[in-house]
């Protein structure tokens, strides 16, 4: 079965820094998204990506955060200076579009800001 | 209001009853629903879809839509230790083309051997 595959599956890194999370979604889907889940809280949207364009953002979605598809298969999440409060389960997942198509997520980067 | 509702539980239920899971949304405009299971540490996975009013069953799982009542429910019968999980209710929310999941915050179950 067509799966979602993220990488890496934990990150830990120092406030302030940079991080990369990758994703590389289904292939025949066209749609593309990030989501993070803090511990112990649910699970929220932050970016929604169709056409190489970013369709709709949150909130949570400031200028700290950006989306690149760098090539046909890689779908990337980037952090620019990371926060404590950025520490999260980030799900990237993926759709064939349409209302009758639920969201195949990937197995989620754990990221730890110290 | 918040836009997906659950009760987060948890809800206890002994092997082999009826685990009943509920959601309300308050977009009356909402189209398809959707239940994800999320085992502790997992990522979400999806266990059924609805869009049209009424039962929709897979297995040992049936989903119910009231669109009038703006509720969802999903029914687990037999219920199986293995079932013990957080269940996500989510509405598929579209504007101006765009479209997202948007999330309640689960229902945690344990099924009680």
């Known amino acids: 079965e067509p799966e979602v595959t993220q990488t890496p599956s934990h990150q830990v890194t120092q406030m302030g820094q940079e991080v990369i999370l990758r994703c590389v979604p289904i292939?025949?889907?066209?749609?593309f998204y990030w989501y993070r889940q803090i511990l112990g809280q649910k699970v929220e949207f932050l970016v929604s990506?169709?056409?190489?364009?970013?369709?709709?953002k949150s909130e949570i979605f400031d200028d700290q955060f950006s989306v690149e598809r760098p090539d046909g298969s890689n779908f990337t999440l980037k952090i620019r200076s990371t926060k404590l409060e950025d520490s999260a389960m980030y799900f990237c997942?993926?759709?064939?579009?349409?209302?009758?198509?639920?969201?195949?997520f990937g197995s989620g980067t754990r990221l730890t800001v110290v | 209001q918040k836009e997906v509702e659950q009760n987060s539980g948890p809800l206890s239920v002994p092997e082999g009853a009826i685990a009943s899971l509920n959601c309300t949304y308050s977009?009356?405009?909402?189209?398809?629903f959707f239940w994800y299971r999320q085992y502790s540490g997992k990522s979400p996975e999806l266990i059924m879809f609805?869009?049209?009013?009424g039962d929709k069953e897979d297995g040992r799982f049936t989903a119910q839509l009231n669109k009038a009542s703006q509720y969802v429910s999903l029914l687990i019968r037999d219920s199986q230790p293995s079932d013990s999980a957080t269940y996500l209710c989510?509405?598929?929310?579209?504007?101006?083309?765009?479209?997202?999941?948007?999330f309640g915050q689960g229902t945690r179950l344990t099924i009680n051997p």
């Open positions: 989510a509405v598929l929310r579209i504007i101006q083309g765009a479209q997202k999941l948007v």
């Open positions: 292939s025949n889907h066209l749609y």
């Open positions: 990506f169709y056409n190489n364009e970013i369709s709709e």
């Open positions: 977009d009356r405009g909402s189209q398809s």
């Open positions: 609805i869009y049209s009013n």
């Open positions: 997942a993926s759709s064939a579009g349409g209302v009758y198509y639920g969201y195949t």
